[in-house]
């Protein structure tokens, strides 16, 4: 039985049986004849069904006739007429599964989350797949995200959706309703995207870079966390700061709970930033989010007052590290007189401030521009309009805000299309520089092939020589014989390198590529494959 026949028993349920069954059939002395039929076959009997299982879509049964006889027809024609050919005429893809904010409910965010903890420990599974090289998981509160390098789209993709199932109990129905797929270069551009905060609810936040960035950290040293992967996530880190730097879409509120603190902060005078004393009325959703912005600002210390203590509890817990002082309801006009600015966020469908509350008040220091101020963002609105009639303060409701966030909201957009402009930009270069990855093989290829003639050849020299030699010769002769090689592949070794910046350079590296492919009978695409055949062997063997 021939080498390849021998290899294609021991890889049985691997996805290149096809290869290896053809290899077989043509190095077979049998003047019999094969028919394959690219049909599907649940019960895999034998060594033809599991190569013909390989293209499942196939419904109408097509036959291949292969004459071992014909010296003519050669074992990558054959190949190329098998269903792996698409293994070796494409090169892998990038791929995304995704289920994110805008797609996914919380509930089931909440079942595939994975954490950082667990993400090795994911990658190395997701590299045991059949049809996946390289792995990373993106998992956050808002988002979770799969990239892979695939040998096979579709079949990657079926395999990825049903490991997401298994470890989720997510059934893949559900999955297949809300995951979103990208391949290639809208998988690249989502990631550059994600990266620079333009996928974000709030446009430009950048929290997310610093998770992508974590990705990259943890990935550091799993095996699975490849090249093309590792490079992808790295290009992301880059269009990421490059986005915030050079267009600052971060700056500029686009809620009305960051508006409030925005408008506050640009009220006061700045030296008082850091001592101003802050009011919280109301510890709701809105009301929270005013503190976390509070906090984002810099401000350390606030009075929070609430019906019940529990929520403010929940929140001093969130933020340990700021002084979140409880009062109840019953004091706030006794907070209010110690407050240089109030925020008002409650369900009250009553004013809780009048003009006659606010004129008895003691009235605030010149060091935060002697006015107090209200800042109202409830509707009904918290804080009477009649209380701007001081002169001793000031009130913004939430029209006020509005006008901020639209603002700000515009100037985002405009800026959001300028970071669209880098990620183009930066995509083209990240999908250069993988094109330019395709030469490397052929690079290693070539030394090898150069390497076995040296050493045969100085092998004959040598043994010519006769056994006297002296070690000092012997050496002579050797580094004589590797400074002729490499002086003669360095030509062809500058051909084959790119920086992949340049398209017409990259074009016509690879058309050297393809050439040193012929000439010397490289067959780069077929080592490759069964390499990877390989090294999944050996995956499984561990």
């Known amino acids: 039985m021939s080498v390849s026949s021998s290899l294609a028993t021991s890889f049985t349920g691997l996805k290149f049986e096809t290869h290896l069954f053809l290899n077989s059939v043509s190095s077979s002395r049998s003047s019999s004849q094969y028919r394959i039929y690219c049909k599907p076959s649940r019960g895999r009997r034998s060594l033809i069904q599991r190569a013909a299982s390989l293209n499942p879509r196939c419904e109408v049964a097509s036959e291949a006739v292969v004459d071992t006889r014909s010296s003519s027809v050669s074992a990558l024609e054959q190949l190329k ?15 995304v599964i995704g289920l994110s904010i805008h797609t996914t ?6 079942k595939l989350a994975i954490p950082e903890a667990e993400w090795p420990r994911a990658i190395g599974e997701l590299c045991n797949l059949n049809h996946i090289e390289e792995a990373a998981v993106l998992s956050t509160c808002n988002r979770m995200e799969i990239y892979v390098v695939a040998l096979s789209q579709h079949r990657g993709v079926k395999e990825v959706t049903e490991w997401m199932s298994k470890t989720s109990g997510v059934p893949v129905s559900e999955l297949c309703h809300h995951r979103f797929l990208l391949y290639n270069k809208d998988a690249t551009q989502h990631l550059f995207e994600v990266s620079a905060g ?4 709030v446009l430009g936040e950048g929290q997310i870079l610093a998770q992508v960035k974590q990705v990259v950290k943890v990935g550091q040293g799993v095996v699975g966390f490849g090249r093309n992967i590792s490079g992808l996530f790295k290009h992301a880190i880059t269009v990421g700061k490059r986005v915030r730097t050079e267009t600052n879409i971060a700056a500029g ?3 009305v709970s960051s508006a409030a603190v925005e408008l506050a902060l640009m009220k006061l005078p700045e030296s008082s930033h850091a001592t101003a004393r802050m009011l919280v009325i109301g510890a709701g959703k809105m009301g929270k989010l005013v503190i976390k912005h509070l906090v984002a600002k810099g401000c350390r210390k606030m009075v929070v007052m609430n019906r019940s203590e529990e929520r403010v509890a929940a929140i001093r817990e ?6 979140i002082i409880y009062r109840p309801l019953t004091e706030m006009l006794a907070c209010a007189a110690e407050a240089d600015v109030v925020f008002t966020s409650t369900a009250s469908e009553t004013p809780l401030f009048l003009k006659e509350h606010a004129k008895d008040l003691h009235a605030v220091g010149q060091d935060v521009g002697g006015l107090r101020l209200f800042v109202d963002i409830s509707v009904p ?12 303060a000031r009130v913004y409701n939430v029209d006020d805000l509005k006008e901020v966030v639209a603002a700000n909201k515009e100037d985002r957009l405009r800026k959001a299309m300028e970071a669209q402009a880098i990620i183009m930009e930066e995509s083209k270069q990240f999908e250069a520089w993988r094109d330019s990855l395709e030469t490397v093989p052929t690079i290693k290829k070539l030394r090898a092939y150069a390497e076995r003639i040296r050493v045969a050849e100085l092998e004959k020299c040598l043994s010519k020589m006769g056994d006297d030699i002296s070690k000092k010769t012997r050496r002579a002769v050797d580094d004589l014989s590797r400074g002729i090689v490499n002086k003669l592949l360095h030509g062809p070794m500058q051909h084959l390198r790119c920086d992949g910046s340049d398209s017409r350079t990259l074009s016509e590296t690879l058309e050297n590529m393809h050439a040193l492919n012929r000439m010397f009978s490289l067959e780069t695409d077929i080592s490759l494959l069964e390499e990877k055949i390989r090294a999944k062997v050996e995956q499984a063997q561990k």
């Open 198 to 201: 333009l996928d974000s609810l």
């Open 81 to 95: 007429t098998s269903a792996a050919d698409r293994y070796t005429k494409e090169r892998s893809s990038i791929v």
């Open 381 to 392: 609105r918290n804080v009477g309009a009649c209380v701007s009639e001081l002169e001793t």
């Open 318 to 323: 969130e933020m340990k590290d700021v002084e």
């Open 253 to 255: 509120a686009v809620s």
């Open 105 to 110: 409910p919380v509930d089931m965010r909440e």
